[in-house]
């Protein structure tokens, strides 16, 4: 049987230690909801469940509107 090498030497980190403890002292002093903490959180937690809600109510609406009047029937 052999022995696996094993490299003393640590992998180099993917980013800047410092950077690393920078975001995390941002996103521990933010005083919201996790999910609204990032930059971009509010477009996917608020907006786009909005406008999916939105548009599927105009939907159900409209086609209650065609159903009480009898419109798009097949004949």
Do not use: C, W
């Not at 941002?26 to 608020?46: A, E, N």
């Amino acid at each position: 049987m052999t022995k696996a090498v094993v490299d003393p030497t640590p992998e180099p980190p993917f980013g800047s230690r410092d950077r690393l403890i920078q975001k995390q002292k941002y996103f521990q002093s933010v005083r919201k909801p996790t999910y609204l903490k990032g930059p971009y959180d509010k477009i996917t937690s608020v907006a786009i469940p909005l406008a999916l809600a939105t548009s599927s109510m105009y939907l159900i609406a409209h086609g209650i509107y065609n159903m009480a009047l009898g419109k798009g029937k097949k004949e």
